[in-house]
């Protein structure tokens, strides 16, 4: 059980100010802060987990990735998300300058590779998540958000605050920063950067009645191009769909209606989208979210360490935000009970924690920055599997973006073609890659769920 104490803080001089203890403070109940949780009190840690909401809780990011399943078998949860999830076996992609469809099947994937993954409503999932740590002994609170932190010789204390205002204090040897885009650490700490690279907003919200795929495709993730940006249709299995549009900043910039309206003609400006939800119902209001992508200067540092999106966020194209959490979680866990165990080891676990995790991203990324790209549409549009390449596009889409093997050596052919196919069209390449530098400036945009 956690230390307790009852003392008068000068910062609240006319009410108890209760004080906590924990081997670890996990701040953020989402998939990154369960997992990092459940493993550490699976290894015998005493670990405390605050949560600023109540779950279950709406969040956007329900598509997982096929390597998403191990981790869900290593943390002993399995069967609870398969309950809460609709099998996702294929991404389709959609063009407007292709007359055909591509579907990347995960079964093709490299040997070893999960043949499926799960949509899943986010409330569910992570509320199932934050009760396996509960069970697996986890003390967590719910609605109590972290406010300050102080670094102390050997220890971390970190004040939060009740929802009913009752404040306290948090002393850990270990902290762990799962706050997602709340960036607790990275903005006290003033190292969060916005990304010059890559810069996007979204629109979002969910239909019933959506005309989905049939049979064992009803679950397949589809991307669809369009002029500004990429559109996601994500079946989910109440039979609700989510259904958002990835758009530079400019664009959304140029809203002058309420979101939902805006929301619909979005989706009519690409008529193979528009004709899975014309005959919907948008069951709740539009969200504008300005989605700025950023990342911190650092991810480690003395008795801390951020996971997911409290270190990054990208863009959601591939649906890796909940795995790049739960991976990264985990190689948290290691760096947490390895410090724990001998703090000298710490600085040399951070750099390698902060080596593997950048690297992953990084992988990523490379992908993400030149999805809009004409070159980048047509290799996905027409695929070939000279030397296992299509195989390994399909096993990175799959998640595996941090090991050597067969898999990386195949994505660096990959890139090579790129860039080879650049060259051979080099006027429409440049031409691309003009238009991005000027879509990617950071614009005010109108959002609707406070990010911007």
């Known amino acids: 059980m956690l230390a307790r104490t009852e003392s008068t803080s000068p910062a609240a001089p006319a009410q108890q100010r209760a004080e906590l203890s924990a081997d670890v403070l996990v701040i953020g109940g989402g998939p990154g802060g369960s997992t990092a949780a459940t493993l550490l009190a699976q290894r015998g840690r005493r670990v405390l987990l605050i949560e600023k909401d109540r779950h279950p809780r709406f969040h956007i990011g329900e598509s997982l990735l096929p390597l998403n399943l191990p981790l869900f078998d290593q ?70 958000r972290a406010r300050n932190f102080r670094v102390e010789p050997d220890r971390v204390v970190v004040e939060a605050q009740h929802d009913d205002g009752r404040t306290v204090d948090v ?18 700490l003033g190292i969060k950067r916005r990304n010059q690279k890559h810069t996007s907003a979204a629109l979002y919200g969910h ?55 805006f929301f619909l003609q979005t989706l009519q400006s690409c008529p193979a989208m528009w004709e899975r939800v014309k005959d919907a119902t948008l069951i709740e209001p ?72 950048r690297r992953g991203l990084r ?11 004409p070159v980048m ?6 695929p070939r599997d000279d030397f296992g390449i299509k195989r390994a596009v399909i096993t990175f889409l799959a998640g595996d ?10 994505m660096l052919a990959f890139r090579a073609i790129y860039y080879f ?14 238009n991005r530098r000027n879509a990617v400036r950071p614009q005010t945009i109108y959002a609707t769920d406070g990010s911007g």
């Open 75 to 144: 943390l002993g949860c399995s069967q609870a998300i398969a309950g809460v999830g609709l099998a996702k076996r294929a991404m389709q992609f959609h063009s407007m300058d292709h007359p055909t469809t591509q579907m990347f099947s995960f079964s093709e994937a490299w040997d070893g590779t999960p043949t499926h993954a799960y949509h899943v409503r986010r409330s569910a999932f992570d509320h199932a998540l934050l009760q396996h740590a509960r069970q697996s002994g986890v003390e967590v609170i719910e609605a109590c």
């Open 171 to 188: 002393a850990t040897r270990y902290l762990v920063d799962a706050s997602g885009r709340d960036t607790f650490m990275a903005s006290k």
């Open 207 to 261: 239909f019933r009645g959506a005309r989905r795929n049939s049979g064992d495709a009803e679950g397949n993730i589809e991307i669809f191009w369009f002029a500004h940006g990429w559109m996601w249709f994500i079946p989910l299995m109440d039979g609700t769909t989510s259904v958002g549009a990835v758009c530079w900043p400019y664009y959304l910039k140029t809203r002058d209606t309420e979101p939902s309206a």
């Open 286 to 357: 539009a969200t504008a979210t300005g989605n700025y992508s950023y990342s911190a200067d650092r991810m480690a540092g003395e008795r801390y360490v951020m996971v997911g999106d409290a270190f990054a966020f990208v863009d959601p194209v591939f649906s890796s935000g909940v795995y790049l959490a739960m991976k990264s979680a985990l190689f948290a866990a290691d760096v947490v009970d390895g410090a724990l165990n001998d703090p000298a080891e710490a600085p040399r676990l951070n750099r390698a924690f902060e080596r593997r995790v």
């Open 363 to 373: 992988t990523f990324t490379w992908m993400i920055y030149r999805m809009t790209s």
């Open 377 to 382: 549409r047509n290799l996905i549009m027409q």
């Open 401 to 410: 973006v941090y090991f050597s093997g067969p898999v990386r050596r195949r």
């Open 421 to 434: 196919s650049a060259m051979l069209d080099w006027r429409r390449a440049v031409r691309a890659v003009v």
